[in-house]
């Protein structure tokens, strides 16, 4: 069975500060990763994801994300945070050609002026 | 509309009353899927229709727990006899035809139920 695991439940950082939240996952097969972000009351917007190809994988607003097998992990980052980017972020796996998306529990972003 | 539509956003219901949650997915988009988000957690899959057929409802807790999209296009979720254990936000999601079915799902916002 697949699980993901976000490292931190939150993570108070100053505008204008690099990022990187950092998240595990664990499954005996090959994967689909994903990030999402998801605001107050609002449901969950996509920001990138990982099917195949270069490891390295650019989403919206700035933030990007590394595939890394070999320690199953999936960190997504941003150079420069802004005091919009305070949400829920989300880190979430899926067989490939599957259709059930297990999610982590997710990490609180914090951004303070 | 131009996204996944829910309703109601918001219902408080008694306990051991019945409640139907709606899910108007974006037009011509194939696959649905259920999830359920409790405070603090992150959204766990509940069930998943292809067309009007549900191929997959291993996540749903438990036989008060019902779903449907007899034509294809707008699910319904039922809880009947609700218990105060189901207290959560339901998220619907849609997925286009095409796509890796996982891989394209579009959320809509959800809705929060709290029974009392």
Do not use: M
Request: with cysteine; hydrophobic share 35%; aromatic share 12%.
């Amino acid at each position: 069975a697949q699980s993901v695991t976000q490292l931190d439940s939150q993570v108070p950082v100053f505008e204008e500060a690099p990022v990187e939240l950092r998240c595990n996952y664990s499954s005996s097969v090959s994967v689909y990763l994903f990030w999402y972000v998801q605001y107050p009351n609002q449901g969950l917007q996509l920001l990138l994801k990982y099917l195949s190809g270069s490891t390295l994988v650019k989403g919206i607003n700035g933030f990007e994300a590394e595939f890394n097998k070999s320690q199953t992990s999936f960190h997504l980052r941003k150079p420069s945070v802004h005091i919009s980017d305070t949400a829920e972020y989300f880190c979430a796996v899926s067989l490939t050609g599957g259709f059930k998306t297990i999610f982590g529990a997710g990490t609180r972003l914090f951004v303070k002026a | 509309g131009a996204g996944v539509s829910q309703s109601p956003r918001y219902k408080v219901a008694k306990r051991g009353q019945d409640v139907a949650l709606r899910c108007d997915p974006i037009s011509g988009h194939v696959s649905l899927f259920w999830y359920q988000q409790a405070l603090g957690q992150g959204p766990e899959f509940l069930t998943y229709f292809q067309n009007e057929a549900q191929l997959d409802k291993s996540g749903l807790p438990s036989d008060r727990f019902f779903a449907e999209r007899p034509e294809g296009s707008v699910s319904t979720l039922k809880i009947q006899r609700t218990q105060q254990e189901d207290s959560a936000v339901y998220l619907c999601a849609s997925s286009p035809p095409g796509a890796d079915r996982n891989t394209e799902a579009f959320f809509g916002q959800g809705t929060r139920l709290t029974v009392v």
